[in-house]
């Protein structure tokens, strides 16, 4: 059975701190990573899709690494702000056309 | 900009009854997923679904729920003899071949009374 794993479950940031957290999934037959960033009562938002072992993706303050051979994620985020309170998931894409998803990191950044 | 639809927002159902949900994906894409958020708690996986058959499920997908592509466009989850504990909201997600990314649809709140 693939499982993804994301850590931790659940993270209190102070704001303008930078973090991060993991997403851990099997890397045999892997295709792409996914991350997206959730809010309550929203449709989760697409953040990066990454391929290849190295990929390193950026979008403003948060970026994204991916180590496909030991098939981990870092997903970091500089100088956090309350709107970056959310819940972070990611889903890995499989040659069989499985995407799998973990459980998400719920990110809470304290004013 | 291609989106997914979902039908209806919000669906109001007694403890007991059947619902559908419904979900327009988007026209060229084969991969369709089902999700749940229980209000203030985590989003939950419930299946996925490629070439007209379920690929993966999860344990919450049990024999209550079932889903299908009646049409070839419409991407259904019938719940059966909802339970309270089934409020919550569901979105539907699609996407490419290729692992490209998943598009998420607005969700449908339900609240089982």
Redesign the interface.
């Known amino acids: 059975i693939l499982n993804v794993e994301q850590s931790p ?1 659940s993270l209190h940031v102070q704001e303008g701190d930078s973090t991060n957290f993991t997403c851990s999934f099997p890397s045999s037959n892997f ?2 990573l ?1 991350w ?1 960033r ?1 809010e ?2 929203k ?2 938002e ?1 953040l990066f ?1 990454m ?1 290849l072992n190295g990929d390193e993706k950026k979008k403003g303050r948060i970026s994204a690494t991916l180590n496909t051979k030991e098939g981990y994620s870092y997903l970091y985020i500089k100088g956090s702000q309350p709107e970056d309170s959310a ?1 972070y ?1 990611c ?1 890995s ?1 499989y040659s069989n ?5 973990g ?2 990191t ?1 990110l809470i950044i304290k004013p | 900009e291609p989106e997914v639809t979902q039908t209806p927002s919000h669906q109001v159902t007694q403890m007991g009854q059947e619902v559908i949900l419904r979900c327009v994906p988007i026209s060229n894409h084969l991969y369709f997923y089902w999700y749940r958020q229980i209000l203030g708690q985590k989003v939950e996986f419930l299946v996925s679904f490629y070439n007209n058959e379920i690929s993966e499920k999860s344990e919450i997908f049990d024999d209550q729920f079932s889903v299908e592509r009646p049409d070839g466009s419409n991407f259904t989850l019938k719940i059966r003899s909802t339970k309270l504990e089934d409020s919550a909201m569901y979105f539907c997600a699609t996407s490419g071949q290729g692992g490209t990314e998943a598009f998420f649809g607005q969700g449908t709140r339900l609240t089982v009374v």
Do not use: N
């Not at chain 1, 056309?97 to 998803?101: G, R, S």
């Open positions: 479950q295709y792409a996914h997206y959730w309550t009562a449709s989760p697409a899709v391929t819940t998931l889903a894409f056309y499985q995407l799998i998803w459980a998400g719920k």
